[in-house]
Each structure stands twice: as C-alpha cells, then as structure tokens.
C-alpha cells in the first residue's frame, strides 16, 4: 500500500520545539527526493524543507537555523525538527515523496 503517513504535531508555545515524523511506504522512499511542506489558514502551500536520497538538504529561508530534516532510509522515515517555533509556523505540515502527499499534521504555535 503507497502511503505518507505523518505524526508529531500538535501545540506548543512560541520558542517551543516540536519534531515531526512521516513513515513512508517503501515503495515511496525509493524516490530520491523527500520533502516537508506546510499549508497556513487562507495561504498556499510552501516549501519548508526538502532531502535527497543522498541527504543533500534545502530550506525555505524563513525556517533555516530553526528546523532540521533528516531521513531514516533503514525506517523509511522522515523527520522534521523544529526548534525555537513562532506562532507564523502554525499550519497544516504535509509530507510529499514521489508525487503523494500525507494527509498532514497540525502544529499549533500560541501562548
């Protein structure tokens, strides 16, 4: 079965830290590129961060130095570390590989 299945979401107050997990069907994993993507109440999906299959990493410029994404090619997994979160990182955050999405997880940012 082809899935993305997301976890790790939920609330936390500005400056908190939250990491997301996405367990990928292998057949997913294959593909090279694997990438976290982040919609917010009335806005577009962005680009938040994106891996290689060889672990070559790209950020969108408003979380570098705060989020981290790293795979598990053993755990066909995916993470997405998020440290010293502000409340415009509230969104749905969606996990994409080989052209499916996940059905996503909500990270809430509020004091």
């Known amino acids: 079965q082809v899935q993305l299945v997301e976890s790790g979401g939920g609330l936390v107050q500005p400056g908190g830290s939250l990491r997301l997990s996405c367990a990928a069907s292998?057949?997913?994993?294959?593909?090279?590129?694997m990438g976290w993507y982040r919609q917010a109440p009335g806005k577009q999906r962005e680009m938040v961060a994106t891996?290689?299959?060889?672990?070559?990493?790209n950020y969108a410029d408003s979380v570098k130095g705060r989020f981290t994404i790293s795979r598990d090619n053993a755990k066909t997994t995916i993470y997405l570390q998020m440290m010293s979160l502000k409340p415009e990182d509230t969104a749905v955050y969606f996990c994409?590989?080989?052209?499916?999405w996940g059905k996503g997880t909500q990270v809430t940012v509020t004091s």
């Open positions: 292998r057949i997913i994993f294959s593909y090279s590129t």
């Open positions: 994409y590989g080989g052209s499916y």
């Open positions: 891996v290689t299959g060889g672990g070559r990493t």
